[in-house]
């Protein structure tokens, strides 16, 4: 589990599907189990109040990213306008991401990923840039074939997982190289 102070008032979780695991957890119990996923959230909310030194108190409001096979991310706000110390209240809201999209920092990490990647085996993916980070999306007809795993580990060593959609970066942002991104890193800048 990894955590971020983002600002004042606001904060953000990573958690793989093997932190879920370990907290007994499934995927499917996070749809299923509202109880359950509360608790695990408030369990979460405290311990990351300890470690980033945020005070937890009056409105939170914790909106939960599923990211297709990377794990979670929540990011939680505290309402400024309405801190009580007598209680604390959870607005929780539930997104799922169905596509493997990473965010990076600089274009050399992405080109570094990529011969990693073409190594795995690794056929397509496209390069979006958007707001200062790069972005690389992975087809899910690749990483069915290969160790959908041993490629998460990779991405994440160069990167961060991301709920950002292609449809945003097509709108939004520039599309670098689609689909055969790696083939085109390959010719320009690792031969």
Do not use: C
Request: charged content about 25%; hydrophobic content about 40%.
């Amino acid at each position: 589990m990894r955590m971020e102070r983002l600002d004042s008032n606001k904060f953000k979780i990573f958690l793989t599907f093997d932190d879920l695991v370990d907290r007994g957890f499934t995927k499917e119990e996070l749809w299923k189990n509202f109880p359950k996923t509360h608790q695990m959230f408030q369990d979460m909310l405290f311990e990351a109040s300890d470690e980033l030194g945020f005070e937890i108190d009056g409105n939170l409001l914790v909106h939960v990213h599923l990211l297709q096979a990377q794990g979670m991310l929540i990011v939680v706000t505290q309402d400024l306008e309405f801190i009580d110390d007598e209680y604390v209240e959870m607005k929780v809201t539930l997104d799922e991401n169905k596509e493997f999209m990473f965010s990076f920092s600089d274009f050399e990490s992405v080109i570094q990923v990529s011969n990693h990647l073409i190594q795995l085996g690794v056929k397509h993916a496209s390069v979006y840039y958007w707001n200062n980070q790069y972005y690389m999306k992975l087809y899910d007809q690749d990483l069915q074939l290969l160790n959908k795993e041993g490629i998460i580990a990779v991405m994440s060593e160069f990167s961060f997982p991301s709920t950002v959609t292609s449809i945003r970066l097509k709108e939004y942002g520039k599309p670098i190289m689609e689909y055969d991104a790696l083939y085109q890193i390959q010719t320009y800048f690792l031969s």
